[in-house]
Every structure is written in C-alpha cells, then in structure tokens.
C-alpha cells in the first residue's frame, strides 16, 4: 500500500519524519456530533461495533473531520470475550456487563480460542471496507485488549476501581487465571494476524487495567501475554498501551513492540530514559487539557512536543479523549502539532 | 502520654525498634463481623461517623481482635467539606454524593473554614473517648484528607474514574481552584490541630486521587497545600499516603513529614532511593493478597519486610483493607510481621 501520509508508520519504524505525527485514543467515536448521528439512529453502542458499513462511516471522520494522522478502527476491545463464547452487554450509563461471569474451571474450559473468520469477521469486514475508502490517504490502526485487561472484565464481570475479583483469582488461582490468559492470546494473535490481513497497517495492544497490579503480577500476569502478541506479529508495527503500568517502563522496553504508549502521569524525559533510544514513544498529553482555552492547550502541546523531541515520537493523549471534549479544542491541539517546527538544532 | 506499645511512634520518628510496627488503612470498619453488627443497628453510614460513642467503639475493634500496634479514628475524609457547609450524603451502593457541588466563585464563597470546634465536635469528642478506653495500650492515629482530594469530591459531587470535572476546573479556573484549596487547607489545619489536642498521636493526610493528575499539576495544585499541612503540624508525626503519585517521591522526601506511605504499585528499593534515607516509608502489600491461602501471605509478608528493612518501615497495605477479606487472612498479615525477625547482620 502506498500512502498519501506515512507519517506514522515511518515514526513508528523509527524514520526521521518532517513533522510528529498526530492521532487519539477514542478518537473514533465518543466526541463528534457526527458520530453522535449515526449512534442516535441505532439500538446500541453493540449495533455500532457489529455492522460493518457502519464502523466504517465513524472510523473515518476524523480524517476529514479533525485531521489526524491515522485512523483507528471503531471497535472495542471487549469483542474478543465476546468471540470466544462470553457475551458483554452494553448498558448506556454502567457500562460494559457480562451476564456469564468466568471464575471456575469449567468456566475456562468452555470458552473456545475464536476462530477470526467466524466469529471477528464484523471487525475484519469493517476493516477491508475503511481500508478501501481510506484510499491511502492515512494508515488504519487495528486493536486488540492485552489479555490481562480481558480477564479483568471477563473474571469480574463488570467495571470496577480495584477489580478485586480478578486479582483474587491470581493471588488464589494462578494456574486457572494463566490458563485463560492463554486462551485469550491464543485468539487476540489469531484476531490481529486477521486485522492485518484485512488491512491494518499498525496494531495496538491496549492494557487498561495494568495500573491496578503491582510490579511483581505484572511481570508474571501480562506481560509475558504481551510478549507473544509483539512476537507473532511480524508484519506490521505494535504499539503497547499500558496505562499505569509505570513500573514496567523498562521492562517494556525489552518487548518485541516498535512503540510504548505513555499515560499523562509520566514523565516523558523519565520515561525515554527508562525505555533507551531505540523505541518511539506515544503520547501523552493530559485528555482533560483539552478543556482549557485554545491558548493554554497549545502552550501545553508545544511543551510536550520539545519534551519528546523530533524522531520517536507520535503525538496523542496520554487517555482516550474525554466523551465532553470540545472538537474544537481537539482540532487546536492537533493543529498545534501538525504546525510545530521542531528545532533540529 | 506513655503507651505500653509505641513501637508505631518511634518507628515514625526513625528510631530503631526491637520489631516493625503494623495497622491497616481502614482497619475501623470494613471486615469485622462485630463491625457490622454496630452497623447493622444504625440509619446510616454518618449516623456511626457522627455519634462519638460508636465511633469509639469501632476504632477500637481492631485493638483486641486483630492485634494491631495503632488504631485510626473512625470517620471519613469528608467531614470537612461537610463542615464547610457542603454536605454529603453515603449511598450505600453508589458511595458519597454531594447535592450541592461546588463550581462556581459564588459557591466557593459561600463556603465557611469551618472552626472544628464547631463544626467537628463529634470527631474530636470521638478521639477523646477512644483515648481514654484505650488507656496507652497502643497510639491513636488522626487524619484527613488532602485538599486536592477533598476538592476532586466537592467539585465533581460523586466518586469517578477519572474525575475530569474536578480536572477541568485546574485548567480552566485554576484561580478559584486555588482559592478552594486554601479554604480546604486552612478548615484541615485547624481539624488536625483539633485532633491532636484531643489525643491523636500521630496524624495522616491521604490524597486518595493523587494518582489522576500530571506530574506538573499536582506540583502546582496538591504538593504546596500538603507542605502547609505539615508545616502547620509540629507536635506529632504526619504520614502522607498520595496514591499512585509515583511520580512525585522525590517531592515527597522535601515535605516536613515523618513518614511516606507508599501504594503496593510502588517498588520498595526503588522507592528507598527516591525517598532517600531519612523518612519513615509505609505500606505496601497488595490488598488483593489478602485473598490468597495464608501460607502465601506470610510468604509475600516476609518478602516486604525484607525489603523495606528493619528500621523506618510501618507495616500496612498499600490501600485500604478491601471489604470481603476474610478476618482470619488479616491476621496472619498481622502475625507475620509481629513475629518476623529481621537480620541485622
């Protein structure tokens, strides 16, 4: 594929770039009006990820709409639990919940690794029809959940600030809570393998919920899971998400991946120091700066593209925008980088 | 005052003791039966933090049944905005929720410094109670919460996961955001005078939602309105527990506190070097290990105590003790570090 604007996959690959790329988590959905049309017209927020032509239509309004640099696939990551045999429901002000709630052996054990062309294929399909309306003008980005964070849902079954639930089978049942780990590897690399066959040129690997595990279960409990997704992906470059897992900076850095991707808790001089020179690095702007006036927003914006410097660098939230952003602000923000003249000394 | 036991207190101050001290953050309340016995009696969760009497009686629970080497108050960080004139409400699924959220200059002016004599009688009549029946036996700890955190709650009127209307004020009015803070530090201050007047030995100052700002905002908005606290305190040694503010230790080490309390996310060596070696460190065991069989808890006991060493370290969890642990569990945390012998070359 040859791109109109390969900005990003050139940082990614670690490519000097005239100028930073420019992307943000969410930015698919959640901020537009437009986006708000289409999900008025609909049953569910699970119409919106299931229909093809649909995921389609508000993956792609950012790229006229706001400007980015990439777009991202308009999905969720709880469609991998849901191919594999355990359905979520999506309720309007609780969010996710999950009827069938898997805590046992039993339940472990009727959960299939999915088959992509059977039970992803809505995602997949999505993906071919953005790719061919895209037309090279930007790269798509694929996206799967780390299998840690899956198992935070699936185990507790619902949101929650501790997930305690899902910690519990850790500390009570390793064995049990690896074995579905594995599970949900086994299909998340079947799902991304897909997604690029279908056309994503970039993948990323969200861990939501690593803030929540200390250092030690972090080691043992995700990142290895990790490590296989980044190792059996060899086509295209992965970036992994980790928010709050500040603790495993370094550790990351040892990963198989081409990007990390910083939460707005960290700082972003620590943060290169830890993970080395060769990585490119995401991020990482507070989601809340963007309600601030335009001229606070591109003061902040500018500070943390010197802060990165000019290669290694792509430019995003250190979160998904915030559903109440302004679009206009978000277009502030965006256009502050994509006009920002790096000082190569 | 003479205790029979100060281990806690001179443990606080750096002095070496013969063992580590230990007590859990929300160690009143929570997971005792005979807790919620005294709770299952009451209209409400404010009707036990509002009647001395009860109060007493469940901050002293822990003493006799689970062995600590100090008790905490029982109350909740949000009796200040209360006494500011800002009340809150407990839902018993949905937590605290404020009817009248402050957002604007004219509600931040209608906001009292609340004069604890007034205002918080029933929580310094509490601590004179539970001084008496305790009789020196072990310390009672005072505390509140940070500013920041008492303004996350004000402003966004209820429990969030990323609170950003309590954000956006720092961005978007960050003048009345500081006039708020100051208001919240000068009703704090003048609360923990009050409280060490009545008898508390030690104070701790929680900012549980420190872990949601930049390193730059909580510079600016949470760390100078903690040092105030601290600076204010001179009796007694101040704990400063900022949850997830990992990224802000070296700051911590410059405050005039005692003791920093450090969340189980938060590696100990690394810690150590970040703190430097004068202040007391506290915590950190993951409260999900609570869970596991009690041979795995003594196991990761002793792994902690080994690595925060034999002097400067106060045994806690790295949160409050979660809801569904089994009291027997808490016990063999309790007894490990009790019985623990460190090797002191």
């Known amino acids: 594929m040859n791109y109109q604007n390969d900005l990003i996959l050139r940082a990614a690959r670690g490519e000097k770039t005239e100028r930073t790329p420019v992307w943000m988590m969410r930015q698919a959905g959640r901020i537009l009006p437009e986006y708000r049309a289409v999900r008025e017209r609909l049953s569910g927020f699970k119409e919106l990820v299931e229909t093809p032509e649909l995921a389609c239509e508000v993956t792609l309004q950012p790229v006229d709409l706001l400007g980015v640099d990439a777009v991202i696939i308009f999905s969720d990551i709880l469609v991998v639990p849901e191919a594999m045999g355990c359905t979520y429901l999506m309720e309007e002000k609780r969010g996710p919940v999950f009827p069938n709630v898997i805590r046992t052996q ?21 993906i071919k029809l953005t790719v061919r309306e ?43 809570a690896h074995q579905l780990l594995q599970k949900i590897t086994d299909t998340t690399i079947a799902y991304l393998k897909a997604q690029v066959q279908a056309g994503a040129a970039m993948l990323q690997v969200f861990d939501s919920w690593a803030g929540i595990l200390s250092p030690e279960q972090y080691r043992v409990f995700s990142l290895p899971y990790i490590r296989q997704i980044c190792e059996a992906i ?3 470059p992965v970036t992994v998400f980790a928010k709050g897992a500040f603790f495993a900076r370094q550790e990351m850095a040892a990963l198989p991946c081409r990007t990390i991707g910083l939460d707005w808790n960290m700082d972003i001089a620590e943060s290169r120091a830890l993970v080395g020179p060769d990585k490119t690095l995401q991020g990482n702007l507070d989601p809340c700066l963007l309600y601030a006036e335009p001229a606070t927003i591109r003061t902040a914006t500018q500070e943390m593209l010197r802060a990165f410097g000019p290669d290694k660098h ?4 250190g979160h998904g925008v915030y559903p109440d952003t302004n679009p206009n602000h978000v277009k502030v923000f965006i256009e502050t980088v994509k006009t920002f003249q790096h000082d190569r000394g």
Do not use: W
């Open 314 to 317: 792509i430019a995003n939230l």
């Open 234 to 236: 060899t086509d295209v």
């Open 106 to 126: 039993a339940d472990v054990d009727q959960l299939r690794v999915a088959d992509p062309q059977e039970h992803l294929a809505y995602v997949t399909e999505a």
């Open 134 to 176: 895209l037309n090279g003008r930007v790269p798509l980005i694929g996206f799967a959940g780390a299998p840690f964070t899956l198992l935070c849902y699936m185990t507790e079954g619902r949101g929650s600030k501790t997930f305690s639930i899902a910690k519990k089978m850790l500390y009570t049942e390793p064995a049990l």
